[in-house]
């Protein structure tokens, strides 16, 4: 379940990102008009959503066996990575004095 609600966050994200490209505007950071900050704003919430299920999915690979050692330490590796990587990028969304 929570594999699928990434995939509908990040499907949201794509539409928007590419629709803004195919449009000629930005897609982050755009606060220049209603509209685009609601854009902004739903990109916004969709990305939580992806990074809570990651979240989710990654507590799930830590409390569950998964075989050998080194596969184990791979993948609880990977999803550290992953879970901090995305978590960094909200530091993108603090206003700042420049």
């Not at 979240?55 to 993948?75: E, S, W």
């Not at 590796?77 to 901090?84: E, L």
Request: hydrophobic share 60%.
């Amino acid at each position: 379940m929570a594999g699928s609600i990434s995939v509908v966050g990040l499907a949201i994200e794509m539409v928007i990102i590419v629709g803004a490209a195919i449009l000629g505007e930005t897609s982050h950071f755009n606060v220049s008009s209603p509209f685009h900050t609601f854009l902004w704003s739903v990109m916004a919430f969709s990305i939580v959503v992806v990074w809570r299920m990651t979240l989710i999915v990654g507590t799930a690979l830590f409390r569950n066996p998964l075989g050998d050692p080194a596969r184990t330490l791979a993948i609880r590796s990977g999803v550290v990575i992953a879970i901090v990587g995305m978590g960094l990028a909200f530091l993108m969304t603090t206003p700042i004095a420049q």
